[in-house]
């Protein structure tokens, strides 16, 4: 997590599963009513979310956060876009990254710092098959050396 840590909230694994993450920068989120309720008791899922750069503003797609349980007529829509809160020159960057093919932008965790939902977003590439295969081998070749050196 970026300095200044936070009180951690969600995590995206599957992202990491899917995507080489290239890059990664911190937004905030603009919510509304009881939204932040909801994310601060993880009732958030980032499975199928995404970023996308449109006139010159960084949106988030598909994050699913629950209505909140006690709010009753000014509940939030689960699946409304959300805007996020970049300087111009971090949206430039992302804007940049995005034209070349299979780049696109992920994200990745979602928690608390000073009291402000922040979104850690990645630029993201996706893995082929071979490459999944490929990285859980690793994983498992890594965690068989950790334990014959713990034994030994």
Do not use: C, W
């Amino acid at each position: 997590m970026p300095k200044g840590e936070g009180r951690l909230i969600a995590q995206n694994k599957k992202a990491r599963h899917d995507y080489s993450i290239l890059d990664t920068m911190e937004a905030g989120i603009v919510l509304q009513g009881t939204e932040i309720k909801s994310i601060r008791n993880s009732r958030i899922n980032l499975k199928d979310g995404f970023v996308r750069v449109r006139n010159g503003e960084a949106f988030l797609y598909n994050v699913h956060i629950s209505p909140y349980e006690q709010g009753n007529l000014f509940n939030h829509d689960p699946l409304r876009t959300r805007k996020l809160l970049l300087h111009k020159k971090q949206i430039q960057k992302l804007f940049g990254e995005t034209k070349t093919a299979g780049v696109t932008i992920v994200p990745l965790k979602v928690y608390i710092k000073d009291g402000y939902a922040k979104v850690l977003i990645g630029i993201a590439k996706g893995k082929r098959e071979y490459d999944k295969r490929e990285t859980l081998k690793r994983k498992d070749q890594d965690r068989q050396i950790s334990r014959a050196l713990k034994n030994y």
